[in-house]
């Protein structure tokens, strides 16, 4: 399947999935231009800006997207950019995220910060999470997608 029809199967997928979760891999394709993902996670994000849908992460995504050793002009750049981000929401670790993600980690051997973007997009009744990372398939209490389905 080219990557115009499975863009056209994603927003069909999606149709009706707003809010949606996406994983901080995904804004690291985005920002960083990565060269096998960085053009599907572009049109992803437009495809989801163009209808409206509010995109969710946790701030686990920012620390993870800042914590990069780059020089402190491109951090600070992408800090703004990720800040003015349209239609992003990022939530704070709360306790009752945290103690989500606590129940999450011990029940499906995940790394604490998937468990916490997993619980962040539960807590913030997410309709799908979009990631690339395989492992979290096994996680049923959400809409997992990942992006190489759709490029």
């Given at each position: ?138 996680f049923k209490q959400i809409k ?8």
């Amino acid at each position: 399947m080219n990557g115009k029809r499975r863009l056209k199967k994603l927003k069909k997928d999606l149709k009706g999935h707003n809010p949606v979760a996406l994983d901080t891999n995904i804004f690291s394709y985005y920002f960083h231009k990565h060269p096998e993902f960085g053009e599907i996670s572009k049109k992803l994000i437009s495809r989801l800006l163009e209808s409206n849908t509010k995109i969710i992460t946790s701030n686990i995504t920012l620390a993870e997207l800042l914590s990069l050793n780059a020089p402190s002009s491109l951090l600070k750049n992408l800090k703004k950019e990720i800040l003015a981000f349209p239609l992003l929401e990022i939530i704070e670790v709360s306790n009752d995220i945290a103690i989500k993600a606590g129940g999450i980690r011990r029940e499906y051997s995940l790394k604490l910060p998937d468990a916490i973007q997993l619980a962040t997009a539960i807590q913030s009744n997410a309709k799908a999470f979009i990631t690339n990372d395989q492992r979290l398939k096994k996680f049923k209490q959400i809409k997992i997608v990942l992006i190489t389905e759709i490029t």
